[in-house]
Nanobody
Framework: QVQLVESGGGLVQAGGSLGLSCAASGSTFSSYTMGWFRQAPGKEPDLVAALDGKGSNTLYAASVKGRFTISRDNAKNTVYLQMNSLKPEDTAVYYC?????????????????WGQGTQVTVSS
């Protein structure tokens, strides 16, 4: 079991930057693949980025590659998402999620633990 709490959302102008954090409970944080998803109104959550337990392997959605960076600090049980060059289309509720599996094929159904979400709004 793992519980996740996101923080760091807010309002930012297009072209700006924002950092999200996700604090996890539990002593086996390093065994979980961590992911960030986002959900725009009326849409299903989409995977933005994911990172394996050791932080050695990452994957990104094409729409954010080169702008967003996922990282983790296993000593602090925390995963981060640094978002640069933000665009209005990045506006969404961002969720942190944990999975017991890793692979470049991981998707929403592989993540069994979810945070409550944090709103990110990018103004034009």
């Amino acid at each position: 079991q793992v519980q996740l709490v996101e923080s760091g959302g807010g309002l930012v102008q297009a072209g700006g930057s924002l950092g999200l954090s996700c604090a996890a409970s539990g002593s086996t944080f390093s065994s979980y693949t961590m992911g960030w998803f986002r959900q725009a109104p009326g849409k299903e959550p989409d995977l933005v980025a994911a990172l394996d337990g050791k932080g050695s392997n990452t994957l990104y959605a094409a729409s954010v590659k080169g702008r967003f960076t996922i990282s983790r600090d296993n000593a602090k049980n925390t995963v981060y998402l640094q978002m640069n060059s933000l665009k209005p289309e990045d506006t969404a509720v961002y969720y942190c999620a944990a999975s017991i599996v890793w692979g470049r094929w991981v998707g929403r159904r592989d993540f069994g633990y979810w945070g409550q979400g944090t709103q990110v709004t990018v103004s034009s």
